[in-house]
């Protein structure tokens, strides 16, 4: 099965960094599951959940934009173009803090806040877009 990022590349478009949605932001959809597992096969369902969820999750940042792409049968995406984003911001909570994963809010020029929870390394991410983006606007200043 191909990526949605990648099938979603425009011409002279390339992937800079990506992300992956993080194990430990499932773990209690994955706990319930254990403890339901003998309830009628409750628990198989919910271990089906964190699984297509873990597996349909995509997120990345091209030289022109950010692509976030939920779900396999319904399918919910995000798309910022890079000079439209206004800030990143980054929320953990305890557990997130402690495993290293959070939800990325990214606010664009005329866009709504896009959350996109349980990123894997949320901070590294940041880092990454920013950066890019200051390097980006520092060569068009040029």
Known sequence: MAS?????????????AQ??????ALLPTIVLGFVLLFA??????????????YSTTELAFTNKRVIAKFGFVRRATVELNLSRIESV??????LGRIFNFGTLVISGAGNPQAP??????????RRSLMEYQDQHSEACAL
């Not at 990022?5 to 992937?15: A, F, G, P, W, Y």
């Not at 996109?116 to 991410?125: D, K, L």
């Open 4 to 16: 949605y990022i990648q099938d979603s590349l425009t011409s002279n478009e390339r992937v800079i």
């Open 19 to 24: 992300a992956r949605i993080s194990p430990w």
């Open 40 to 53: 009628y096969g409750l628990g198989l369902l919910l271990w089906l959940m964190a699984y297509l969820r």
């Open 89 to 94: 911001q980054v929320v953990q909570g305890m």
């Open 116 to 125: 996109i929870p349980g990123i894997s390394n949320p901070m590294a991410f």
